[in-house]
Each structure stands twice: as structure tokens, then as C-alpha cells.
């Protein structure tokens, strides 16, 4: 499996773990909270509206372009703080970040 499948698989399980947990929205925000400056959109997002709107989509677009992806990629000590209790996508950001981090992998 190339690094692109794997990076798609992983963003697919992280959108699974979050309809898992309950967090998935069906409505993006205000067209407003998209002009953040702020890392995250910490300043106009909540952190599973921005995995879910602003990450996942761009991250889904590169490897539609067959584009080079991100490098020393690493979401997961954001997201241990801003959602602790999500277990599950805290494993999935983890191998992403693994992925993209430049970390030996599976």
C-alpha cells in the first residue's frame, strides 16, 4: 500500500471514529469560522468542527491532486487536550501523524 493509501485509509477511519463518538456534524459552521487565522480556528471552531471541515477536505484534495502531503505532521497533542475521552480518533490522529511524521510505519 503506498503512503497516499495509507494516508486515505486513515482519513477515513478518523471520520468513522468520529461518527463513532458521536462528534460528526451535519452542518458545517458559519461561513465566518472559516476565517480564522488562528491554528486550529481555535478562535471560531470547535476542534472536531475544524478536523472535520478544514483538515479532513484538504488532506482528502492533495492526495486527489496526487500532491505532495504535509511533513513533521502533528495533531494529536492539540486534540489530547481538546478532546480527551475520544480514544479512538486520539489512535487514529496518532497513526496519521505517524504516517506524515516521517516515523517508520506498517
Sequence with gaps: MTLHQQVRQRLFD???AMRDAEIW???PPARAAFDSVEPFCIDTMEAQQWLQWIL???MHAL???DA???QRFALTPYFEEALPE???LLQQLRQLDS???G???D
Design 68 to 70: 505532495p502531503l504535509p
Design 25 to 27: 456534524q451535519p452542518q
Design 56 to 58: 479532513l477536505p484538504r
Design 63 to 65: 492526495l486527489d491532486r
Design 103 to 105: 516515523e517508520a510505519h
Design 14 to 16: 478518523i471520520e468513522q
Design 99 to 101: 504516517l506524515l511524521g
Design 86 to 88: 475520544a480514544q479512538a
